[in-house]
């Protein structure tokens, strides 16, 4: 099922508040190995044979084959052209992209009847506008998923919330709810085919830049997230094609409200309209590849599995 250009994130709701980090790889043309995927063309045509990429062997915590988080778990990705340009509405929010995104699975902790994975998440960014002289960007974010027999949640400032990488900056949740489902509502340890929204009532502070003597305000954020199951499709990456990816579609609506607004008849800002996101999962995978509404996409480059 085609998806309607539509939504997403946490960081764009509070964008006038703070400062936001955040085709097809060719086919591989080998001889293929025993249980090689192939795909042929008209009569007479050459085949072509494509390599499967790697799959995890291990059961997950939480029976989560969506996401295999086994401890030494990793999974790194590359941005790649995606051809299409952001919405008109985003074109002022539009966040310089990682060139690289690395997340490592550093502990799993069963804490009664749900497990706590600890993620460490790094970016890598090539801030410099010359080629020839590389200014790089590196940031480590320390990241949870806390799972269980019905729940299945993404610490916001990962990026597997929602496909946007990079966190936010000076920014902290005093109050993080959940007052309606799950981040992923899995069926059998995978995306099902019903839909699910994801509701968040959160209350932030933020913290000024040292020296600067500014004071900032904080704000209750609100956001509503429609998770989409769509068809099926295959992902070839740069280690292999991944056939029947489960292709997940994230719509978000959201606002803030700030402590102290300028005005005391002020409305909540509102996030921009047309915000959304796709991720592709493979069960004993993960994600392996991501297209957000800035039009950033992110294809898996290399992975560690159990």
């Given at each position: 099922?085609?998806?309607?250009?539509?939504?997403?994130?946490?960081?764009?709701?509070?964008?006038?508040?703070?400062?936001?980090?955040?085709?097809?790889v060719?086919?591989?043309?080998?001889?293929?190995?025993?249980?090689?995927?192939?795909?042929?063309?008209?009569?007479?045509?050459?085949?072509?044979?494509?390599?499967?990429?790697?799959?995890?062997?291990?059961?997950?915590?939480?029976?989560?084959?969506?996401?295999?988080?086994?401890?030494?778990?990793?999974?790194?990705?590359?941005?790649?052209?995606?051809?299409?340009?952001?919405?008109?509405?985003?074109?002022?929010?539009?966040?310089?992209?990682?060139?690289?995104?690395?997340?490592?699975?550093?502990?799993?902790e069963?804490?009664?009847?749900?497990?706590?994975?600890?993620?460490?998440?790094?970016?890598?960014?090539?801030?410099?506008?010359?080629?020839k002289?590389?200014?790089?960007?590196?940031?480590?974010?320390?990241?949870t998923?806390?799972?269980?027999?019905?729940?299945f949640?993404?610490?916001?400032?990962?990026?597997?919330?929602?496909?946007?990488?990079?966190?936010?900056?000076?920014?902290?949740?005093?109050?993080?709810?959940?007052?309606?489902?799950?981040?992923?509502?899995?069926?059998?340890?995978?995306?099902?085919?019903?839909?699910?929204?994801?509701?968040?009532?959160?209350?932030?502070?933020?913290?000024?830049?040292?020296?600067s003597?500014?004071?900032?305000?904080?704000?209750?954020?609100?956001?509503?997230?429609?998770?989409?199951?769509?068809?099926?499709?295959?992902?070839?990456?740069?280690?292999?094609?991944?056939?029947?990816?489960?292709?997940?579609?994230?719509?978000?609506?959201?606002?803030?409200?700030?402590?102290?607004?300028?005005?005391?008849?002020?409305?909540?800002?509102?996030?921009?309209?047309?915000?959304?996101?796709?991720?592709?999962?493979?069960?004993?995978?993960?994600?392996?590849?991501v297209?957000?509404?800035?039009?950033?996409?992110?294809?898996?480059?290399?992975?560690?599995?159990?």
């Amino acid at each position: 099922m085609p998806y309607e250009p539509r939504v997403r994130i946490l960081g764009a709701a509070l964008v006038p508040l703070i400062l936001l980090v955040p085709a097809a790889v060719a086919a591989q043309k080998k001889t293929a190995p025993a249980g090689a995927a192939k795909q042929t063309g008209p009569a007479g045509a050459k085949k072509v044979e494509y390599i499967k990429g790697p799959v995890g062997k291990a059961i997950a915590p939480c029976g989560a084959k969506i996401l295999p988080l086994l401890e030494g778990n990793k999974w790194t990705y590359g941005y790649v052209e995606s051809g299409l340009p952001p919405p008109p509405e985003l074109l002022k929010l539009i966040p310089s992209q990682p060139a690289t995104i690395a997340i490592t699975v550093k502990s799993v902790e069963v804490k009664g009847d749900e497990t706590v994975v600890s993620l460490e998440e790094k970016t890598t960014a090539d801030l410099s506008k010359d080629p020839k002289k590389h200014i790089y960007d590196e940031r480590m974010i320390n990241s949870t998923i806390t799972c269980g027999r019905t729940k299945f949640e993404i610490s916001p400032d990962s990026f597997l919330f929602a496909g946007e990488p990079g966190g936010y900056f000076g920014l902290a949740f005093d109050k993080f709810e959940r007052s309606k489902d799950t981040t992923w509502k899995l069926t059998n340890g995978t995306i099902g085919d019903a839909s699910w929204r994801e509701d968040i009532v959160a209350h932030f502070t933020r913290t000024a830049v040292e020296g600067s003597g500014a004071k900032l305000d904080g704000g209750k954020l609100e956001l509503e997230r429609k998770f989409t199951p769509g068809q099926p499709e295959s992902v070839n990456t740069k280690i292999g094609l991944y056939t029947g990816a489960e292709k997940l579609g994230v719509t978000i609506t959201g606002r803030v409200t700030l402590d102290n607004p300028p005005q005391p008849d002020s409305k909540p800002a509102e996030l921009p309209a047309g915000w959304f996101n796709v991720l592709w999962l493979v069960p004993n995978v993960g994600v392996v590849q991501v297209l957000n509404a800035y039009g950033h996409k992110y294809m898996l480059t290399d992975v560690t599995l159990k």
